[in-house]
């Protein structure tokens, strides 16, 4: 699978790459990574592809994910708070 076709299945569950990314326990880059590339690995094809279409059929995923104590999303705050760090810190005069 393409990576904007990869993306496009994560749109559809309402994924990010930075939520997605924490929801596998991976870097953001190692995912957006991809994009440079002719293909994704095939088990984020998968995930993508079931995370898309559960969502397409009105199934909430994320309720599904936290009975089994994985909280979607909870890792993405984190990753937005680093990167905000970040672009602060360069910001900073030295």
Avoid: C, T, W
């Avoid at 095939?42 to 079931?50: C, G, W």
């Avoid at 936290?66 to 900073?92: N, T």
Wanted: charged residues 25%; hydrophobic residues 45%.
């Amino acid at each position: 699978m393409g990576y904007e076709e990869f993306r496009r299945h994560l749109g559809k569950a309402g994924l990010s790459i930075n939520a997605f990314a924490s929801l596998i326990s991976v870097s953001p880059s190692s995912i957006s990574n991809y994009s440079k590339k002719a293909q994704v690995p095939r088990h984020y094809a998968v995930l993508a592809i079931l995370l898309g279409d559960v969502a397409d059929n009105s199934v909430d995923f994320r309720a599904l994910l936290a009975r089994f104590g994985i909280v979607v999303g909870e890792a993405d705050r984190k990753v937005a708070q680093i990167q905000e760090y970040r672009v602060g810190a360069l910001r900073r005069p030295k």
